[in-house]
């Protein structure tokens, strides 16, 4: 539920708001705006009854959120968040930003090579996992801690951002030391446990979607992450689990615009995990942006042939170059831009 204070209502008033909300025995999310002031209030499962609120002083309007999820829609918020990152890369604004690099970090040759190859097409964001979350038990479970490191290299070197993904609560603590955006992967969109840690983690968070999640389901994993104070989240769509075998997943490409309908959290695209398919990447990138998606994340290996995980899917270094031409002409139909990664100061 939203109290929407009155134009001019005093701080006397809104502390009041705020006092009686806690009373009631739920918890108040003041939100000062340029157009308003509201307090949102959090905490409840169902409807809550609005009475002693809507006769308070300074109170306009009770806005009933009639969505499960309350931070993350549109109701609570209508105008978009960009999450900010550091170096002026901004995610959720008119700019489309790129995320590309490796599935996993195998040296330190490998992720610098790729940081540089995906930073020189115009990637503002290098990927790569460290703890690598996989289906068998016998496959490359990722360098780990020392992979940290190397990506904090890889951004000394290219000015590059960092997004890695979080595969524990444990791990939480030191992916988000070094990286710029926390990954929670699509096998634990519903590890709430991990989604309570990576909401106090203070980085912001790309939540991608589950295998076999709702869109609904998505948007509640979201508000986990904003019910721990995160506000910085960024949704994926990286392709759900269907029963043709032609593509690794189904890219649910409608579920872009109908997110961003109903939540103001920007929500980027995962060509790559959709299609499974190196050759289907590039133009399921480019129905991405068409679509509206807010950014991608891509992956893309100095040596596919060679990955220790999803060569099959990662791009040849010139082939991402050709991705990003083709975007930028895309973005530009769609009155966006892609983002250009910031010259590297010598
Ligand atoms: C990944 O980004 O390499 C990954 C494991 O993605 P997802 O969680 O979408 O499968
Ligand atoms: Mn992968």
Redesign the pocket.
């Known amino acids: 539920m939203l109290i929407v204070m009155r134009h001019g209502a005093t701080e006397e008033e809104l502390q009041r708001v705020i006092a009686v909300i806690r009373d009631m025995g739920y918890q108040a999310r003041p939100m000062p705006g340029s157009q308003r002031t509201a307090v949102g209030l959090v905490g409840n499962d169902g409807r809550v009854d609005s009475s002693r609120l809507e006769g308070l002083a300074g109170v306009q309007e009770v806005i009933h959120v009639s969505q499960p999820y309350k931070q993350v829609s549109r109701e609570w918020k209508p105008e978009n968040t960009v999450v900010r990152l550091p170096g002026g890369v901004a995610i959720g604004g008119a700019d489309v930003a790129v995320i590309a690099g490796p599935?996993s970090v195998e040296s330190e040759a490998q992720v610098i090579q790729a940081a540089r190859h995906v930073r020189e097409a115009g990637a503002v964001i290098l990927r790569g996992?460290a703890f690598k979350?996989r289906t068998c038990p016998y496959s490359f479970q990722g360098l780990g801690r020392p992979a940290l490191k190397l990506l904090a290299r890889a951004r000394e070197e290219t000015g590059l951002l960092i997004c890695t993904?979080a595969i524990d609560v444990e791990g939480v603590g030191w992916v988000s030391e070094v990286a710029d955006i926390v990954?929670i992967?699509?096998?634990n969109m519903q590890n709430f446990s991990l989604l309570r840690a990576a909401g106090r983690a203070g980085k912001p968070v790309l939540l991608?979607r589950g295998i076999s999640a709702t869109i609904t389901e998505l948007l509640l994993s979201a508000e986990y992450l904003l019910a721990e104070g995160n506000q910085d989240v960024i949704l994926c769509e990286?392709g759900i689990r269907g029963f043709d075998t032609a593509t690794r997943n189904v890219f649910d490409l409608a579920a872009i615009p109908v997110v961003q309908k109903l939540s103001h959290l920007p929500i980027i695209a995962?060509p790559s995990?959709a299609t499974g398919l190196r050759d289907k990447v590039i133009p399921m990138a480019r129905a991405a942006v068409a679509a509206g998606a807010d950014g991608l994340i891509v992956e893309v290996h100095p040596n596919p042939e060679a990955a220790k995980s999803?060569g099959a899917q990662s791009l040849f270094p010139e082939q991402f170059a050709q991705l990003m031409r083709e975007v930028r002409v895309i973005a530009e139909v769609i009155g966006r831009r892609v983002a250009e990664p910031a010259p590297v100061v010598a």
């Open positions: 599935c996992g979350p993904e990954q992967g699509a096998r991608k990286r995962d995990h999803d």
